[in-house]
């Protein structure tokens, strides 16, 4: 029999390794502080009952027990021993004090102390040092889970994420946008514009252009369609007629083609320096065949822009288009390295202006825009010239001039092509351009200038000072509408008001200095129209994708795109007799491609659906008065429509080769007409359809002469199906040709709608 006086012999238990929550869900630890488990699973902490946390001193080694530290005893108190998470005294030290650890009451400490045989001065020391242990630990505890909690820390990197876990975290970017054949265009791009207008009618009148081979309809447009596609293939110059210089008209020629380019684009986007030029230039005329090729390059393609203000019908832009393609072959001739000079950006910059005012890829200048910047980057030109080696005035500014205008030839092709400018402000430092005139900056003395960052004067730099003032506002516009990430509206309204802050500001620092048709002494009327453009096009682009969620609930945004859209059709409503400043402006939108051909065309897609909102509300508010302040808008809307119906007619006369938005505006017209005289749905479509088969003939005549102009024989050029097929990869993509509404049918029964509903509905 057993002696039962005598202890029963205690167990020893293998120390836990794990902490807590890994030993609660039965999976492997790797004893981390905190482990990848608790990270991957976002646990609220990550704690260990008996061992040292990993890193503080213990090497992760699990500490004894009190009850294996003190000597066994009969006592009962040392069979009920108690050690709580907290304890983490050494296993030397605890034999030293013998300080024992036992459960206190509910309204006590955390936990008592029970002094043995040992000093009460060693218990209490033992304690203030577990104490200190503990308070490191909490406190690393603590730190750690800030990190979590605002940089979302990733595991360890000897812990591999699980791929699962990467897939199941994935989430596919909202696509916000329009998918045009092979381009996809954002929210800033004309035709989300396009896509808000709900006309059943214009839809069913281009299914039936695509689809019904013997309406009259498709007929015409097959016929101007081959026509425009021989006018584009003319114009474009053959390889072997290319020859760099070989093409330069008579010196009063190009005098008046140069000076279009200084009076216009020159007086906003600085390129050059002018005395620079001018004494080349003169050089050049002494003797032709000894000027450097770059010089010639950079004098024709100020030919080139200048040739967009010659006359009305642009009756030079073959010649013009030669005169890019020369850049292009001295691009592709010359070596990389020699293109990254300050010549070389300044061709490049006149470049994508040719290109905008020929209509030679004008909508493409996105991708050549982002080569541009980046080659100015390769050149340091983002870091302003005090910062770099020492460089004498006249070139650390024409540094800074060309820094901004690639800038905002950059940021203005984001915007046309509704994509991502890929800069932000904090990737340049350079300084904004002094305020100073050409005069000062003549020479190469090393000199430093003083500052005049100022525009209280007005010199040949202050425009383009003035812009560049809301540059960074104009960014947070096109990142905001074109991000993938949809916006809030709140931000919206927020950058709405510094962009008209913004514009306030820059107008009223422009009417403050003289007026000098040139620009060279003062303000020029196509300054103020050009800068009042661009600010319009950024008010319009911000608002224009919230009236179409809800026009109601942003009522303020309907009324600031509408606003804009005005601003904007006024500015292009020159009327009879301009000055000869208007003339340049007016000739811009008549004959320049890009934002100024898609400029009037957004803003008047704008105006037509604020038509339509109005109309739907007289509808809605049947019995009512129409009142005297809609009535007016209404008759102001008619005048708007009417003027861009003769503007597009203008381009074609001008070698505009897209009768689309020309036909668009005229079944516009037509829809209005049937409208106000309350046709009937059947004979609503009887009259868009006579307007725009006449509308369509119209066209092809007019088309005719600008291929007589361009040396094509209209009466050889053969009919669908005998045609020799025309190679697309040479013909400018025009992506004005509505292609977004090939997918769309109309096939309801127009029986029991009345007439908004089957136009608008």
Avoid at 379 to 406: C, F, K, S, Y
Avoid at 643 to 658: P, S, V
Avoid at 738 to 747: A, I, K, P, V
Wanted: glycine residues 6%; negative net charge.
């Amino acid at each position: 029999m057993a002696d039962s006086t005598r202890p029963r012999p205690q167990k020893r238990r293998r120390p836990a390794l794990a902490c807590e929550q890994c030993r609660a869900r039965k999976v492997r630890c790797d004893r981390a502080s905190p482990c990848s488990t608790c990270l991957r699973t976002d646990s609220p902490g990550c704690t260990y009952t008996s061992q040292l946390p990993p890193g503080s001193g213990g090497g992760g080694r699990p500490v004894a027990l009190a009850s294996q530290v003190t000597p066994r005893s009969s006592d009962p108190t040392s069979s009920a021993i108690f050690q709580p998470p907290s304890a983490t005294i050494a296993p030397g030290k605890a034999q030293a004090s013998g300080l024992v650890l036992s459960p206190s009451s509910p309204d006590g400490p955390a936990f008592a102390l029970t002094p043995s045989a040992s000093s009460t001065l060693a218990s209490s020391a033992a304690v203030i040092a577990s104490l200190e242990l503990r308070v490191k630990q909490l406190e690393k505890q603590v730190q750690l889970s800030q990190q979590l909690g605002a940089e979302q820390a990733e595991p360890p990197d000897e812990i591999t994420p699980d791929p699962r876990e990467t897939e199941k975290n994935f989430v596919p970017l909202r696509i916000r946008g329009t998918m045009s054949k092979t381009r996809f265009f954002g929210h800033s791009h004309w035709s989300s514009g396009a896509n808000m207008i709900p006309l059943k009618a214009l839809i069913q009148l281009m299914d039936r252009a695509q689809h019904e081979k013997t309406s009259k309809i498709y007929a015409g447009f097959q016929k101007c369609k081959v026509l425009a596609r021989h006018i584009k293939k003319q114009r474009i110059p053959h390889l072997s007629a290319l020859g760099i210089g070989q093409n330069v008209p008579d010196r009063p020629v190009v005098d008046h083609l140069v000076d279009g380019y200084f009076r216009t684009f020159e007086t906003i986007y600085r390129v050059l320096h002018i005395p620079s030029f001018r004494t080349e230039y003169e050089r050049y005329w002494l003797e032709p065949k000894a000027t450097s090729l770059s010089f010639v390059i950079l004098m024709q393609l100020c030919m080139a822009v200048g040739a967009c203000f010659h006359d009305d019908k642009h009756s030079l832009r073959v010649q013009a288009t030669g005169w890019i393609y020369e850049a292009r072959l001295w691009l592709l001739t010359s070596s990389e390295k020699s293109q990254l000079s300050l010549v070389g950006l300044q061709i490049l910059c006149l470049l994508q202006l040719a290109k905008q005012t020929t209509g030679l890829a004008g909508d493409l200048t996105w991708i050549s825009a982002g080569s541009l910047l980046r080659a100015a980057m390769a050149m340091g030109l983002q870091h302003d010239p005090e910062n770099l080696v020492r460089m004498p005035p006249l070139r650390a500014e024409l540094r800074r001039r060309l820094w901004v205008t690639i800038l905002e030839i950059n940021l203005q092709a984001s915007l046309d092509a509704g994509a991502l400018p890929l800069i932000s402000p904090h990737d340049f430092g350079t300084r904004p351009p002094q305020n100073l005139n050409e005069e000062e900056l003549s020479g190469e003395t090393t000199e430093h200038l003083a500052s005049a960052t100022g525009i209280t004067s007005y010199t040949q730099t202050s425009a383009q000072i003035a812009l560049f003032q809301s540059f960074t506002t104009r960014l947070a516009i096109v990142n905001h509408v074109n991000q993938s990430k949809p916006p809030e509206y709140e931000d919206t309204l927020q950058i709405s008001a510094d962009l008209i802050t913004s514009a306030r500001t820059l107008m009223q620092q422009l009417h403050a200095h003289p007026r000098d048709e040139q620009g060279i002494y003062g303000v020029s009327n196509f300054q103020l129209r050009f800068l009042e453009m661009t600010m319009n096009r950024y008010l319009l682009a911000l608002h224009l994708p919230w009236w179409k969620k809800a026009p109601t609930v942003h009522y303020y945004s309907r009324k600031a795109g509408v606003e804009a859209a005005r601003s904007l059709a006024a500015l292009h409503n020159i009327g009879p007799n301009p000055s000869p400043s208007l003339t340049d402006f007016d000739r811009l939108l008549v004959c320049g491609a890009g934002p100024f051909r898609s400029t009037p065309v957004n803003a008047c897609l704008t105006l037509t659906l604020e038509y339509i909102r109005l109309k739907e509300e007289e509808q809605n508010n049947k019995g009512m008065t129409t009142t005297v302040a809609s009535a007016r808008e209404t008759a102001e809307l008619h005048a708007i429509f009417d003027w861009q119906t003769e503007w597009w007619a203008r381009r074609i006369r001008a070698g505009e080769t897209n009768i689309k938005s020309y036909a668009f505006g005229q079944v516009f017209d037509s829809l209005m007409e049937a409208l106000e005289a309350n046709l009937g749905p059947e004979e609503a479509m009887a009259l868009v359809t006579e307007q725009a088969i006449s509308r369509i003939e119209e066209c092809y005549e007019m088309l005719k002469e600008t291929a007589g102009g361009v040396g094509i024989d209209v009466e050889n050029v053969p009919v669908e199906g005998q045609q020799e097929p025309l190679d697309d990869e040479l013909l400018e993509v025009d992506p004005m040709d509505y292609s977004f509404l090939d997918d769309l049918e109309w096939n309801e029964s127009i029986a029991g709608l009345n007439t908004f509903d089957l136009l608008f509905k």
